[in-house]
T-cell receptor
Framework: EAGVAQSPRYKIIEKRQSVAFWCNPI?????LYWYQQILGQGPKLLIQ????????DSQLPKDRFSAERLKGVDSTLKIQPAKLEDSAVYLC????????????FGQGTRLTVV | RKEVEQDPGPFNVPEGATVAFNCTYS??????FFWYRQDCRKEPKLLMS???SGNEDGRFTAQLNRASQYISLLIRDSKLSDSATYLC????????????FGRGTSLIVHP
């Protein structure tokens, strides 16, 4: 079974530039998560989708971050404009449903803002 | 108080030792609990779910204490390959079910 696919694996941008990350979840998984993991910390949930609807985005910095999952499958996360403190690994995860089920993670996109 | 708290460690133990980690959570309505393992520069992977009755998988035992709002992970007979960061995840009801990670506990097993 194919896992969660993310691209790109690495990205280096200058501050104030824009960047987008892409995620393809495991086929049939209704729930999709975007997490931000800063070095030395645990993953922080940015946004959670159930199919194509947002169920939680309370920790998403909406002035610069946006995410969509238009057809309930693939998802993109965008940062515009980027700040130095956005340097982190952005992890996408998916699960069949949300409660009491395992979330499978992609390998992440390592973003460096210089 | 943070929603999910873990001692970041590192826990530095010799091979064969028994080591235990705790993770406390603040939301008493939390419904589901997991331990994930994360190797350096890799993605988190599920280690085990934590059930109310506790569960065991080989050398690993996970327990839940709802009264004191913490979960624990016990690793017996530590191996070098157990060296990793162990993340606890607590699922709390929100608009749907919101999983929150702790910051992780680093374990280093040395010869």
């Amino acid at each position: 079974e194919a896992g969660v696919a993310q691209s790109p694996r690495y990205k280096i941008i200058e501050k104030r530039q824009s960047v987008a990350f892409w995620c393809n979840p495991i086929s049939g998984h209704a729930t999709l998560y975007w997490y931000q993991q800063i070095l030395g910390q645990g993953p922080k949930l940015l946004i959670q989708f159930q199919n194509n609807g947002v169920v939680d985005d309370s920790q998403l910095p909406k002035d610069r971050f946006s995410a969509e999952r238009l057809k309930g499958v693939d998802s993109t996360l965008k940062i515009q404009p980027a700040k130095l403190e956005d340097s982190a690994v952005y992890l996408c995860a998916s699960s069949l449903v949300s409660q009491n089920t395992e979330a499978f993670f992609g390998q992440g996109t390592r973003l460096t803002v210089v | 108080r943070k929603e999910v708290e873990q001692d970041p460690g590192p826990f530095n133990v010799p091979e064969g030792a028994t080591v235990a980690f705790n993770c406390t959570y603040s939301n008493s309505a939390s419904q589901s609990f997991f331990w994930y393992r994360q190797d350096c520069r890799k993605e988190p992977k599920l280690l085990m779910s934590v059930y109310s009755s506790g569960n065991e998988d080989g050398r690993f035992t996970a327990q839940l204490n709802r009264a004191s709002q913490y979960i624990s992970l016990l690793i017996r007979d530590s191996k070098l390959s157990d060296s990793a960061t162990y993340l606890c995840v607590v699922g709390s009801p929100g608009g749907s079910y919101i999983p929150t990670f702790g910051r992780g506990t680093s374990l280093i097993v040395h010869p």
